[in-house]
Structure formats: C-alpha cells, structure tokens
C-alpha cells in the first residue's frame, strides 16, 4: 500500500523535530559539514562517513501539499508516479535495478516538500546502477496513464483505511478545521473527488514546475570523498531545468476564537485532536516554545501531561503535544485517547493541564531536566548516517545556518523559566484552540 | 503489505527483508560472559558514535502464559517503570531522561526486553537501575489498578478499534488449538478484567531472575569495563528456580479453517496462514531457511512476485504482502495478506494468492530471483550497523528464543545455501490446504461517518464546514 501519503505522526514528528538537536561539543564534534551549489545552483550537504560501505542520500524539492493548490492529493500523487516508469524503465524494471544492488528507495510528499531517499552500497557497481535508477525515477517519470489509473485506484482504497481509523481521520480534521483556506488544511493523501479530478497532464505539469534543479537541496552521508559527492550531486540535477523558485506560501491566519467539531465514530475510544497554529521552522520563539513543549507534553514518560492523564489517572495510554515547525506556522497539536464515558474528564485534565502550563510556565528544576535531557541526549539522536543526512536536508530545505547544530545546546541552554512563560503566554492560548472529537455520541457534559 | 502484528514490539526486525549476513570477522565480535548467578552477558563493540544501548532480555511473553492470565507478561513489563525497593513510581524514568538517555521496553510472544540507549559514559546507570528492578520491584497495588487501565485502553487503541489488527487476533485464535501463540500479546479483555496484582508479583518471581535474563550491550564500551560493571550491578543478585514451560505444539489441522470477521471498516482485508515449522522444530534444518527464502519471493520488495503480478500486472490487489518467522519459539505460519484493488473482490484475491502457492509447489523459482534476494541480505547486513540498537536487539532475540547469538554470523549463509528445489519442497510439504486457515474482514457500515462529519461549531470560524 502506498502510504507515502499519510500525515506525519507524532512518532514522525518527534523525529523530525526533537532530533534536530546539537551535539554537545564536550562529547563529539558536530558533524563536520561540506556544503555547494552545484553547477545547475542545487543546494548541496554532504557529511562524510567512511566507517561503513554504504551511502545515504536525500533529495527534497518544494513540492509538497501545501503546492497542491485546487488540487488536493496531487503533489502525493506525483511522487507515487515517480518510481512507477521513468525514462527508458517501466515499474518493474526500476524495482528490479534497485533491489537486484540491494538499494532502498523511499519516496513521500509531506506538506512542504517533496523527499526522495536513497539508501545503497557504495561498492561501485551498485552505487553506479541505484544512482542511475535514481536519476531517471526524479528527471524523466512518465506518468504513463495505466501507471497512473493504478496507482490512483490504490490511493483511493488507502482513503478508505483512513477512514476507518479514528486516530486518522480526526488529525484529517483537525488541520482542515484549523488552517480553513490556507494551504496547510490540505490533506497530503486528497479526497476521492479530488483525485478523480486529477489527469496524468496535471501530474506532469506539478513535476515540471516543482521538480527543478535550483530548488532541489541534496542531502549525502556515507562512504565517499568530497569529489565523489560533487559527481553524485551533478548527476542528479542533470536532467532537470533550472526552474523558478516557488511563490511564498500565505501566512496562516490567527484564530480569532475556538472551534469545535464532532465526528460520530463507531468507536471503543473517543479520540481528542486540540491545538492552534504554533511556529515556523524560523521563529524567534522557537527554543523556549520547544522547551517548553518538551516539559509540557514532547518526552515521553516525563512530561507534564503523561503524568496528569496516564501516571496520575489511568486514562490514556498515549497523550502528547508538539509543535511541527513548517514554512509558515504548523500546528501545535495536543491528544489522547480514553474510552468512551471518560471522554469530558479526559479533555478536561488536558486542557486544564496545558492552561497550567501557559499560566505558570515550568519549575526550575523541570526545566533544568528538560535541558539535561536534550543536551544530554543529543549523540544518540545523530548516531547514524539516516539521521544525519534528515538533518540535512532540513538545514538546507529551511535555510538554516550551517552552525545550527553547532550552537543548538548553548541555545537550549539559554532558555529560562521566564522565556518560556513568555513565550507560551504570547503564542498558545486553549480558548482559541481548535478542537476534533472522534467517537460515538455521547452526551459531554463539559458543554 | 501490511501484516498485523502482535502487540507493541514483535520480531518483525528478524523477519527476512531486514535479516543480517555476516559481517567481516572483526567488526561482529560479540563478546560473551556468564556470571556466577547465571546471568549471561554479551557486548558487541561499536566505536562509530560515543553512545551504548543496554537492554535486558527475559524469557518470558505471552507464548508462556496460562489460560485466564493472558496479557500478564505486558501488563508487567509496564508495572516494571512503577517503583522498586528503592525508586518510587516513575523515578526510573525521570532519572534516564535527566542523563539524557532513552529508554523504553517490549512484549512479544517469547520474550520481554527493557532497553536504554545512552552517552557510553552513563551505562552504570542504566545497570544500576535495571539491576534494581531485576530483583526488588515493589507492584504497589494502587500502581497497579491505574496502569491496568492504561493497558486496556492500549488495547482499544491498538485493536479494538483496528479493525485489521480485529482480524488477525480472531485469526490466530482459530488457527491455532493449542499452542499459545493463539493469544494475543496484550491479554484478551476478559483476562485482563480479573487481573489481580497478586497474579503479577508471582509472574515477576517467577520468571524475572539473572539465570533467566540476557544482558545485550553494543556501543562505544570496552568489553572488559562492561564485564566488570555487570559483576558489580548484577552479580550480587540471587538466581531462581526456573521451571520449564511444556507443551505448546499444537495437533496436526485436519483441513481448511475459515472464519469472517465483521467490524467497522470500508475495506475488506484477507489473511491466510500455513503452519508451518521453525528453527529447533524442523525435521530437516534447513526448511525453516527454504521458507524465508520462500516469503522473500513472493513479497522482498516492489520486485518481488507480489507486487509485480498482483498489484502491478494483474491490478487485482491494492497491498499483498507475505511473511515468514524462522526465529520463534515455537512453530508459526507463513502468512499472506492483502487488500483488493478496487473493481475487485475480497474472493479473486483469494484465488489469486492460492495460485501463487500452487505455482510455488509447480515450478522451481528462478535463478535469478535468489540472486536477487542474497545481495538485498548482503547489503542488509551493512545497513544494519548503522543502529547500535538493532544490532542489539537481534542478538538479544536470537539468545532469548533458544537458538543462540551465535546464528547472527551464520544465517545469511544458511539462506544463501537454500535452492530452488529446496523451496519447492517446503512448498510442497506445507503450503497444503490441511493446514491453511482463512481470515476474511467483513465490513460493517460506518455509516455515521459519511452521514454526520458535520461541523458542530462552537466559535463560529467560517472555514469549518467541508
């Protein structure tokens, strides 16, 4: 099942987000990075790991939902197509190029971008062949109408899945409810109708515009030299055009008051969806705002809410917050899930706990554990050329300084009791929340 | 594919996609200690990051609990984090996470593992703690009945209301008569209900001793330092009495089992399994080997005999997958699974997958597709050491299952070996109707869905309704 669709989890996000931390200098160096712009003005990140014969790659491209436009589900939709005839290959032949080398090929369309993986042996006839699958798969797709018709007839069946999952279709909601007409309440996966809608030619035009050499960025880590690299990172842009840079997505709007939807679900648990716009991948708030939340509800077992709602009460077994940073201001996104009659209960202790939170801010001592957890934390979070080479693609999808990681730590910990409540006081505010209910009906009494 | 699993934590790592070849001799040292208590030892180092990952491996999970204490292995596990003699409820973890360590743990049906990853300079930490709760946890009663409520509400989350993960609970439990593996990991509810605290403090003495458990450690550590801080922390411990488990085969199946499933869904799923053998059980050692090869090719990758015929050439199915466990306990199926494609029905791809098996028993497999399948196990392996932590954990579920650390460094080869006449024969031997069992999800209408996605505003934003 092509699930490159779905939205991020909290797993993903948490990956995504609370890995993207700093070394601590007095356990290793940073990775040492080597950045260019390649002759086609790709941006280019390469680490160099030479312990294990083996190369991590990954390109991403502006091309993700937020691009889809009145077209719901065609940025995923384009990136299913990639791998599914390029070139010279139909589908079979590209996974059989692939797999016969031992290659992995990961493709996905989030809401901001589109991002192509590679993972392969750098021995030279494998590297060799899985670079030259690659490269037709990202340059040359065909969109061959049966290709296409298949893969569309799948990602409505995939629809379908959603819409048996509860968890699944009210995170759908909830972005829909709270982004309204900004491009971010688009759902990656689209809708049946919007996908019906769609035409390989629309498909086609999408890669053309978004698939372009100089907003590629070019992520390597593994056994290579620097000159290696800078062949690889040739190769790949090469059969593309130079292209123009996208328009700047909207800045997403502020709630001006809470809202509310219920969504009947034939459920044993009743799932809860709350939050508002939180911050970009830039934001000058975005150290206290992430601390904050990793006291709040981001560190597992730890945090604030897990002991409210779980350690303390026994409701849930999994309850969370995050911000996902984005281009323009993702979602900061609280939820849980308790059977059916202690839904009120459940959605009270959460909010009252994140009112808390915003009213008082953290105690010294949670703060100074959060900061040990994430400073102390952060070799395990880039042990590994996968993580490493996520990490770069992110630094140079959002034009983050190349020290970023370098100064992360002495960033965390700058962050004080007060940034935080200020922070929190200013930007997260529960009688704005956007909220998602999914389960049975079931008089709440808390309205 | 998408082929449910069972409960948190399963041995999907050693399934064969991800299966490990040997490594060159000097970077798969594993390093082997048994203290005076029994509590084996094995270190694996691997300088490449300045982290450790420490994880304790106990025999014990669902496939040893009785009837009417289903669930109890997991529902430990969680009370492990709830205090000890000397750490009140929950400072474990508060302490792990102050030394910016991560940490959690997994059920599955043969074993039950607690893992921190770490800066390499905190591991006596991590032994400290564990080598606490080894031997003194405290399974206060009031701990108790709130986590008991966590882990039914994991169970709605995780079943309940999956109606997929709905379907291969009721599958197992038809497939199999006897063996414990036809019971879910995490408890069937009504098990769960009559848990009483007093059940958990037997288990825990039962089964949570140094000469039941294997301590894994990988990472940036020096053998000898890790062997020495393993006397220190856990050497003291007294061992147990462990009593053998018995039985667990179940009798020969007389003939194709079918059950449907109905639950709320909007697409139909189809499951079906073949008993079959395992690693310790086979007559022949080599036929749980044919097996996996056997999976591989029908569902390694977008190349492999599923995709390209099923999803792609034929458009029958939207997901097919197929999968094999040569590393259980005891013996278990090849499963195969999928989703039709649109257009098509839950019974032609039914037919199309017992084509498969039949063509599996007709014809010797190419060649070339085992060729394919050896490099994709090659390379693998060398992905593999890009994580400390599945370098541990495969060791530490190959030592808890009963077979030995050692298979690490020689299964690849194993599978290398296999023929195409050898999977024909273990095709032909127990790809058989006899032992097949059918699980068909029947969708019940979820019909409030569609009719009442209404908006319910409270504060009036326009953009609500869609």
Same mark, same amino acid.
């Given at each position: 099942?092509?699930?490159?669709?779905l939205?991020?989890s909290?797993?993903r996000?948490?990956?995504?987000?609370v890995?993207l931390?700093?070394?601590?200098?007095?356990?290793? %160096?940073?990775?040492?990075?080597?950045?260019?712009?390649?002759s086609?003005g @790709?941006?280019?990140?390469?680490?160099?790991a030479?312990?294990?014969?083996?190369?991590?790659l990954?390109?991403?491209?502006?091309a993700g939902?937020?691009?889809?436009?009145d077209?719901?589900?065609?940025?995923? /939709?384009? *990136?299913?197509?990639?791998?599914?005839?390029?070139?010279d290959?139909?589908?079979?032949?590209?996974?059989?190029?692939?797999e016969?080398?031992? !290659?992995?090929?990961?493709?996905?369309?989030?809401?901001?971008m589109?991002?192509?993986?590679?993972? $392969?042996?750098?021995?030279e006839?494998?590297?060799?062949? !899985?670079?030259?699958t690659?490269?037709?798969?990202?340059?040359?797709?065909?969109?061959?109408? *049966?290709?296409?018709?298949?893969v569309?007839?799948?990602a409505?069946?995939?629809?379908?899945?959603?819409?048996?999952?509860? !968890?699944?279709?009210?995170?759908?909601?909830?972005?829909?409810?709270?982004?309204?007409?900004? #491009?971010?309440?688009?759902?990656p &996966?689209?809708?049946?109708?919007?996908?019906a809608?769609?035409?390989?030619?629309?498909?086609?035009?999408?890669?053309?515009?978004?698939y372009?050499?100089r907003?590629?960025?070019?992520?390597?880590?593994?056994?290579?030299?620097?000159?290696?690299?800078? @062949?690889?990172?040739?190769?790949?842009t090469?059969?593309?055009?130079?292209?123009?840079?996208?328009?700047?997505?909207?800045?997403?709007?502020?709630?001006?008051?809470g809202?509310?939807?219920?969504?009947?679900?034939?459920?044993?648990q009743?799932?809860?969806?709350t939050g508002? &716009?939180?911050m970009?991948r830039?934001?000058?708030?975005?150290?206290?705002?992430?601390?904050?939340?990793?006291? /709040?509800?981001?560190s597992?077992?730890?945090?604030?809410?897990?002991d409210?709602?779980?350690?303390?009460?026994g409701?849930?077994?999994?309850?969370y917050?995050?911000?996902?940073?984005?281009?323009?201001?993702?979602?900061f996104?609280?939820g849980? @899930?308790?059977?059916?009659?202690q839904?009120?209960?459940?959605?009270?202790?959460?909010?009252?706990?994140?009112?808390?939170?915003?009213?008082?801010?953290?105690?010294?001592?949670e703060?100074?554990a959060?900061?040990?957890?994430?400073?102390?934390?952060? #070799?395990?979070?880039?042990?590994?050329?996968?993580?490493?080479?996520?990490?770069?693609?992110?630094?140079?999808?959002?034009?983050?300084?190349?020290?970023?990681?370098?100064?992360?730590? +002495?960033?965390?910990?700058a962050?004080?009791?007060?940034? =935080?409540?200020?922070?929190?006081?200013?930007?997260?505010?529960?009688s704005?929340?956007?909220?998602?209910?999914?389960?049975?009906?079931?008089i709440?009494?808390?309205? | 594919?998408?082929i449910?699993?069972?409960?948190?934590?399963?041995?999907?790592?050693?399934?064969?996609g991800t299966?490990s070849?040997?490594?060159?001799?000097?970077?798969?040292?594993?390093?082997?200690?048994?203290?005076?208590?029994?509590?084996k030892?094995?270190?694996k180092e691997?300088?490449?990051?300045?982290?450790?990952?420490?994880?304790?491996?106990y025999?014990v999970?669902s496939?040893? +609990?009785?009837?009417?204490?289903?669930?109890i292995?997991?529902?430990?596990?969680?009370?492990?984090?709830k205090?000890t003699?000397?750490?009140?409820?929950g400072?474990?973890?508060?302490?792990?996470?102050?030394?910016g360590?991560?940490?959690?743990?997994?059920?599955?049906r043969?074993?039950? @593992?607690?893992?921190?990853?770490?800066?390499?300079?905190?591991?006596?930490?991590?032994?400290?703690?564990?080598?606490?709760?080894?031997?003194? /946890?405290?399974?206060? %009663?009031?701990?108790?009945?709130?986590?008991?409520?966590?882990?039914?509400e994991?169970?709605?989350?995780?079943? +309940?209301?999956?109606?997929?993960?709905?379907?291969?609970?009721q599958?197992n439990a038809?497939?199999?008569?006897v063996?414990?593996?036809?019971?879910?990991?995490?408890?069937w %509810?009504?098990?769960?209900?009559?848990?009483?605290?007093?059940?958990?403090?037997d288990?825990?003495?039962?089964?949570?001793?140094?000469?039941? *458990?294997?301590l894994?450690v990988?990472?940036?550590?020096?053998?000898?330092?890790?062997?020495?801080? &393993?006397?220190?922390?856990?050497?003291?411990?007294?061992?147990?009495?462990?009593?053998?488990?018995?039985?667990?085969?179940?009798?020969?199946?007389?003939g194709?089992?079918?059950?449907?499933?109905?639950?709320?869904?909007?697409?139909?799923?189809?499951l079906l399994g073949?008993?079959?053998?395992? /690693?310790g059980?086979?007559?022949?050692?080599?036929?749980?080997?044919?097996?996996e090869?056997?999976a591989?090719?029908?569902?390694?990758?977008?190349?492999?005999?599923?995709?390209?015929?099923l =999803?792609?050439g034929?458009?029958?199915?939207?997901?097919?997958?197929?999968?094999?466990?040569?590393?259980?306990r005891?013996?278990?199926?090849?499963?195969?699974?999928?989703?039709?494609a649109?257009?098509?029905?839950?019974?032609?791809?039914?037919?199309?997958l017992?084509?498969?098996?039949?063509?599996?028993r007709?014809?010797?497999?190419a060649?070339?597709?085992?060729?394919? =399948?050896r490099?994709?196990l090659? !390379?693998a392996?060398?992905?593999?050491?890009?994580s400390?932590?599945a370098?541990?954990?495969?060791i530490?579920?190959l030592? $808890?299952i009963?077979?030995?650390?050692e298979l690490?460094e020689?299964?690849?080869?194993?599978?290398?070996?296999?023929?195409?006449?050898?999977?024909?024969?273990?095709a032909?031997?127990?790809?058989?109707p006899?032992?097949?069992?059918?699980a068909?999800?029947? #969708?019940?209408?979820l019909?409030?869905?569609? %009719?009442?996605a209404? &908006?319910?505003?409270?504060?009036?934003?326009?953009?609500?309704g869609?």
């Open positions: 099942m092509p699930d490159t669709n939205l991020p909290p797993l996000v948490w990956l995504l987000f890995c931390l700093p070394l601590s200098p007095s356990l290793l %160096a940073t990775p040492s990075i080597d950045t260019w712009e390649n086609q @790709a941006k280019v990140l390469f680490v160099a030479p312990d294990l014969p083996m190369l991590d990954r390109v991403v491209f502006p939902s937020a691009r889809d436009g077209r719901p589900g065609l940025a995923s /939709l384009t *990136a299913d197509l990639l791998d599914q005839g390029a070139g290959w139909d589908a079979d032949t590209i996974a059989e190029r692939l016969a080398v031992g !290659a992995e090929l990961g493709i996905e369309a989030q809401r901001d589109a991002a192509i993986s590679l993972r $392969t042996l750098t021995r006839s494998a590297l060799d062949q !899985a670079l030259e690659l490269v037709q798969i990202i340059s040359r797709p065909r969109f061959a109408p *049966a290709d296409f018709n298949r569309r007839a799948n409505l069946v995939s629809l379908n899945r959603d819409d048996q999952d509860p !968890a699944t279709l009210g995170q759908k909601a909830f972005y829909r409810l709270l982004y309204g007409d900004h #491009p971010y309440a688009i759902d &996966a689209g809708t049946p109708a919007s996908l809608a769609l035409t390989p030619e629309d498909l086609r035009a999408f890669h053309a515009r978004h372009v050499a907003q590629a960025v070019i992520a390597l880590v593994g056994a290579i030299t620097r000159p290696q690299a800078e @062949a690889i990172a040739e190769r790949i090469s059969g593309l055009g130079p292209g123009e840079p996208a328009p700047s997505l909207p800045p997403v709007p502020a709630n001006a008051s809202n509310l939807e219920r969504i009947h679900f034939p459920s044993t009743t799932h809860v969806f508002q &716009a939180g970009t830039t934001d000058p708030d975005y150290f206290p705002l992430y601390v904050g939340n990793h006291i /709040l509800g981001g597992g077992l730890v945090s604030l809410l897990m409210e709602v779980r350690e303390k009460r409701l849930s077994y999994s309850v917050s995050y911000f996902l940073p984005l281009a323009e201001r993702g979602p996104l609280a849980l @899930a308790t059977k059916n009659d839904g009120p209960q459940a959605r009270n202790v959460l909010i009252a706990t994140i009112q808390r939170f915003r009213d008082e801010g953290p105690s010294q001592e703060m100074e959060a900061v040990k957890n994430i400073t102390g934390g952060f #070799p395990l979070r880039i042990a590994g050329n996968r993580k490493i080479a996520q990490y770069l693609a992110i630094i140079g999808f959002y034009g983050l300084p190349l020290d970023y990681l370098d100064r992360f730590n +002495e960033r965390v910990r962050v004080t009791v007060e940034t =935080i409540r200020d922070a929190f006081q200013r930007r997260i505010d529960p704005r929340f956007t909220t998602v209910i999914v389960g049975p009906a079931i709440d009494q808390s309205q | 594919m998408r449910p699993t069972f409960s948190v934590p399963l041995l999907l790592p050693l399934l064969l299966l070849p040997p490594a060159p001799a000097n970077t798969s040292q594993v390093h082997e200690r048994t203290l005076g208590n029994g509590l030892v094995l270190v691997d300088r490449r990051a300045p982290i450790v990952t420490s994880q304790v491996w025999k999970g496939s040893y +609990e009785p009837s009417g204490l289903t669930g292995s997991h529902l430990l596990e969680h009370m492990m984090f205090g003699d000397k750490l009140a409820p400072e474990f973890s508060r302490i792990i996470a102050a030394n360590g991560d940490e959690n743990a997994f059920t599955g043969d074993y039950t @593992a607690y893992f921190q990853t770490l800066a390499a300079d905190r591991l006596p930490i991590a032994f400290e703690l564990e080598a606490e709760r080894m031997r003194s /946890l405290a399974l206060p %009663a009031p701990e108790f009945v709130k986590e008991l409520e966590v882990v039914k994991e169970r709605r989350l995780s079943t +309940e209301d999956d109606p997929e993960a709905l379907t291969f609970e599958f038809m497939a199999y008569e063996s414990p593996y036809r019971n879910p990991v995490i408890g %509810a009504s098990d769960l209900e009559g848990m009483q605290v007093t059940d958990l403090r288990w825990y003495r039962q089964w949570y001793a140094p000469n039941n *458990a294997t894994v990988v990472g940036d550590v020096d053998p000898a330092w890790v062997f020495s801080l &393993a006397e220190q922390y856990f050497g003291p411990l007294p061992a147990e009495s462990i009593s053998l488990t018995r039985g667990g085969g179940d009798p020969p199946q007389r194709t089992k079918r059950i449907q499933v109905k639950a709320p869904a909007k697409e139909p799923y189809l073949y008993k079959t053998t395992a /690693l059980h086979a007559s022949q050692d080599w036929e749980p080997y044919a097996l090869m056997l591989s090719i029908l569902d390694g990758g977008s190349s492999a005999r599923l995709s390209r015929e =999803i792609r034929s458009h029958l199915a939207a997901s097919a997958g197929a999968s094999y466990n040569a590393f259980s005891l013996p278990g199926m090849l499963l195969l699974d999928g989703i039709p649109l257009g098509h029905t839950v019974e032609e791809l039914e037919q199309a017992l084509a498969q098996v039949q063509r599996l007709d014809e010797p497999v060649e070339a597709e085992l060729e394919r =399948i490099n994709q090659i !390379a392996k060398v992905y593999e050491k890009d400390v932590y370098q541990a954990r495969q530490g579920s030592e $808890t009963g077979l030995g650390w690490m020689q299964y690849v080869e194993h599978l290398s070996r296999i023929t195409p006449e050898q999977i024909q024969a273990v032909r031997q127990y790809l058989v006899e032992s097949l069992t059918i068909i999800l029947v #969708p019940q209408a019909a409030s869905v569609d %009719a009442t209404s &908006a319910n505003l409270r504060g009036g934003l326009a953009h609500a869609h």
